[in-house]
């Protein structure tokens, strides 16, 4: 920001007539029309009320409302409506109820009275508790929607406030700088203001580290003449050939910001005098023909070596706050790198003044409402509306409510496209889930499996600017926890816990209508209190866990069922109810009532009753297995197969612990088996496999992870079958697939 632009505090608050004349020749010079008298009287409005305050420097607190309808005549330059606001925006939270919003809209509008209104509702937003500041930031994005002018008026706000923070205590300033880091500046970046943006950043910065604050201010201080002398050498070829080329132009070179010069230095763990990048040039074009910047891009690209990783076009695809510029990185003679920006005139008031450079009005049949400068930002403002209106569950969904609303302000954004060549924007680290999500919430519940520029990739993948991303989807695929743990939008989170929840309590009220069909067959009563407690004893959390997982399978109905008898029979005391007995893993993992169902120990099928085992995870043992147990205390007995590598050693050494098992002549329900597959890699590979296997009496898969190197893929799929047999029909399905080279079962 050109220092032309800060305003002289010294001058302000002196005289009022004198303050007065300077805001209205600011107004005729940057502002297509101007109502002299409605500024005058909201001028000589704010002076009366604020005729007794004083501002922590002891100036006339007028001041402050002067310099601040400063700023938005100068350098967010919106329209008169726009200064009369910004001279009243304090009025009625310092002086009600001696003046009220009523007062505003009598003697002001409703127009006024509106964005004043806006402006009260967002002050302040850090010292209140967080339920509260929810609340704030839900009417600062309402207010957005209804009238843009209450978020640029309390950005002038801000930056005034930055710019005169001295005055106050240290714990004062360390807060308010705190909050114009956190929510200010990433706000103003996302209006583009880039200029504002970058001094709220400098000022928040100078207050929060002094120390490098200073270390770097010093740092391009003694630098100053040789980087002068540089960029001077630097843009003479230039502007030569532009001159030659008939090409007006403007061209500058500039330090980069304090701010991102130091976060360079720690990013890259150097001094100041080890960074070349210090500078960026600009070259701005009288010209409204966009080509005319490529152009420019081929001179400079022939007078220096470009870095073709460090071009960026955002012409052709401009960033969401509709910023427009080409940005590219050249070698220098001497080997330097220099960051060169081009762009036309127009493109330069966006980048600056973001969109108060688009500010127009509407129609009078509008009601004088403000268009926004672009589909994007009014898209991004509605989405944060839904987001907040949408909000609902306590303290806790508003604690995620307000990191999902930080998140998305602070993270940079990835430009990808779907197959017909639509553009689609999301935060960096965006997964193919989130991709799903972002099209339509169906496409993201059921996504199975991605490919990003035609290669099979896994769902966590972190997508890539300008990559094509094409989303399978299976009707039998569902959400599982670890989606939550990578996907990063807020619309897949939601959507990912919302459909747990819901399976959850689905399963919850199928567990309780188990229970209640089995005691009832059982002849079993007992009342709700008797069972909380008894459950308790059993290391569940609550009847509901119980009920959940009966339905899972985690908890043994036949078992639980004859605990909880034990419990409540005649002489029965209180103190064995409230006391547990028996150990989570004999809730759990207990076998199914008798030996014609699960595993027995080799010669003895009636004693194996009651035993207690589970299934290893290395291995995964399926009805079919020759299996084999490991004894262990407390858990029971671990089945393993006889073929995983964890248990050869022991079975060698004929340890102790080891039993000789033997699969039930009938089996219920489905187990987990993991296929490993390898082949060449080819379009609609992904779809054949998850057909071939849902194929085959509806199998369901569990999940998939596929990478691709090259040509080639490999994977593994993880699927529920009834045995060994079942496992095998799904091979035989998968091995008349072409490409697929290789297919075996996986021990982890």
């Known amino acids: 920001m050109k220092s032309t632009t800060i305003i002289n505090e010294e001058e302000l608050g002196k005289d009022p007539e004198a303050d007065l004349a300077l805001l209205l020749s600011e107004c005729k010079k940057s502002l297509s029309k101007v109502d002299e008298d409605l500024i005058t009287r909201a001028f000589k409005f704010c002076v009366e009320i604020h005729k007794n305050d004083k501002r922590a420097d002891g100036r006339p607190y007028y001041s402050h409302l002067l310099a601040t309808a400063l700023i938005v005549v100068r350098e967010i330059p919106l329209d008169d409506i726009s200064v009369a606001a910004a001279l009243l925006h304090d009025v009625v939270e310092d002086h009600e109820p001696r003046v009220s919003l009523s007062d505003i809209r009598r003697d002001f ?21 967080e339920i509260t500041r929810a609340e704030s930031y839900r009417k600062l994005l309402l207010s957005l929607v209804n009238d843009v002018r209450v978020i640029l008026i309390k950005f002038a706000d801000r930056l005034h406030n930055m710019r005169t923070l001295d005055h106050l205590s240290p714990d004062s300033r360390k807060r308010i700088a705190n909050e114009t880091m956190e929510i200010y500046a990433p706000f103003a970046h996302r209006f583009g203001l880039g200029s504002i943006k970058w001094e709220l950043e400098d000022l928040a910065f100078k207050h929060l580290d002094r120390e ?5 201010k010093n740092g391009l201080k003694s630098t100053r003449k040789e980087r002068e002398d540089f960029i001077n050498a630097f843009i003479a070829p230039i502007a030569e050939r532009l001159t030659a080329n008939h090409i007006q132009f403007e061209i500058s070179g500039r330090p980069k910001h304090i701010y991102s010069i130091y976060n360079k230095m720690r990013v890259q763990e150097k001094r100041i005098d080890e960074l070349y990048d210090l500078f960026a040039i600009r070259i701005i074009l009288d010209t409204d023909d966009k080509n005319e910047s490529f152009f420019v891009y081929g001179i400079v690209s022939e007078i220096y070596t470009p870095v073709p990783e460090r071009f960026k076009d955002y012409i052709s695809v401009p960033k969401k706050n509709n910023y427009q510029s080409l940005h590219t990185t050249v070698i220098s003679n001497d080997g330097k790198r220099v960051e060169v920006q081009i762009r036309t005139r127009s493109m330069h008031e966006i980048a600056e003044k973001g969109v108060a450079a688009h500010f127009n009005y509407k129609a009078q049949s509008l009601g004088k409402k403000i268009s926004f400068g672009g589909k994007d930002l009014e898209e991004w403002a509605n989405w944060m509306r839904d987001v907040f209106d949408n909000a609902s569950g306590g303290d806790e969904a508003v ?15 990835i430009q990808v496209f779907t197959p017909k060549g639509e553009l689609r924007v999301l935060p960096l680290n965006s997964t193919p889930v989130d991709f799903a999500f972002d099209i339509h919430s169906a496409i993201g519940l059921h996504c199975i499996g991605a490919k990003v520029n035609g290669r099979i990739v896994s769902l966590d993948y972190k997508l890539q600017n300008g990559e094509q991303v094409e ?18 939008t807020h619309k897949a989170k939601q959507g990912i816990k919302k459909y747990l929840n819901e399976e959850k309590r689905k399963l919850t009220a199928e567990g309780k209508e188990i229970w209640e069909k089995k005691s009832k067959k059982a002849a079993l009563h007992i009342d709700e209190d008797q069972l909380e407690k008894i459950i308790l004893s059993l290391r569940f959390e609550h009847r509901g866990d119980f009920y959940h997982k009966l339905a899972t399978g985690e908890a043994n109905l036949d078992l639980t069922l004859a605990l909880i008898k034990e419990k409540v029979k005649p002489g029965a005391r209180e103190q064995e109810i409230q006391q547990a007995d028996y150990s989570t893993d004999e809730v759990y993992k207990a ?14 099928p009636e004693t194996s009753k009651g035993i207690l085992y589970d299934y290893a995870k290395c291995c995964n043992p399926l009805p079919g297995d020759h299996i084999i147990g490991l004894v262990s205390t407390g858990t029971g007995i671990r089945v393993h197969r006889k073929t995983c590598r964890n248990i050869m050693d022991l079975i060698e050494k004929r340890d102790g612990r080891i039993m000789s098992l033997q699969w039930a002549s009938v089996q219920q329900g489905e187990y987990i088996a993991a296929i490993s597959l390898k082949g060449e890699d080819r379009a609609g590979l992904l779809n054949e496999i998850t057909n071939a296997i849902v194929g085959f ?52």
Do not use: C, M
């Not at 989303?471 to 990063?488: A, C, G, L």
């Open 109 to 129: 509008g409703d127009t006024i009275a509106e964005i004043v209104d806006g402006v009260t509702k967002i002050r302040d937003i850090s010292k209140s508790k």
């Open 591 to 604: 076998v199914r009532g008798d030996a014609s169902n699960g595993v027995f120990i080799i010669g003895s």
């Open 212 to 216: 490098h604050y200073d270390e770097v």
């Open 471 to 488: 989303i399978i989807t299976s009707k039998n695929q569902t959400p599982n926890r670890d989606w939550e743990r990578f996907v990063t």
């Open 697 to 748: 009496n509806n199998t369901n898969i569990r999940s998939v992870n596929i990478n691709a190197a090259g040509t080639h893929f490999k994977g593994l799929v993880t699927v529920f079958v009834k045995n060994t047999e079942h496992l095998h029909r799904v091979f035989d399905r998968l091995r008349k697939i072409k490409g697929i080279s290789s297919i075996e079962r996986f021990e982890g």
């Open 399 to 413: 604690q995620q409510l307000l990191e999902s609303f930080k998140l998305n302000l602070y993270q940079q954004e």
